[in-house]
């Protein structure tokens, strides 16, 4: 299974527990999703969104996320918290929802995706930068 694979299961398998779908209507999560995440972004790409979520006291989950184990959860109020008002006020008008909406489903997505992209337990040496434009990847999944 490719990691295209592997990202577009777990895509949709978070989005539809949260009422989205592939090819559906709703916010585009995985657009939202791969601006925390990209290279180059105001958050620092991967190591930095990772490096975020530790140091606002997530990081035993963090952790989980990147190692091979299970991954352990986060709330969605957990996540809110950690990334900041000002980037859930962000990100919410993006998509056009509730705060509270963008913390439940990005703490489906994240751990999933963190997760995916980082296979051998450990953040990337380039960030997520050795897996291409990772903006057009995540961004493509559901209208693969």
Request: no cysteine; hydrophobic share 45%; aromatic share 2%.
């Amino acid at each position: 299974m490719s990691l295209m694979d592997s990202l577009l299961g777990v895509a949709q398998q978070a989005l539809a527990g949260q009422g989205g779908a592939a090819g559906g209507s709703g916010p585009d999560w995985i657009g939202i999703a791969s601006s925390l995440l990209a290279n180059g972004s105001a958050h620092g790409g991967l190591a930095g969104l990772v490096e975020k979520l530790a140091g606002a006291g997530l990081g035993e989950q963090v952790k989980s996320w990147v190692s091979t184990g299970a991954n352990l959860p986060v709330s969605g109020e957990q996540l809110s918290s950690a990334l900041g008002g000002d980037l859930v006020s962000q990100l919410a008008g993006q998509a056009g929802v509730s705060h509270g909406e963008v913390g439940n489903v990005l703490s489906q997505l994240l751990p999933q995706i963190i997760d995916k992209l980082t296979p051998h337990g450990e953040l990337p040496a380039a960030g997520a930068g050795n897996l291409g434009d990772l903006g057009g990847l995540l961004g493509s999944l559901l209208k693969a």
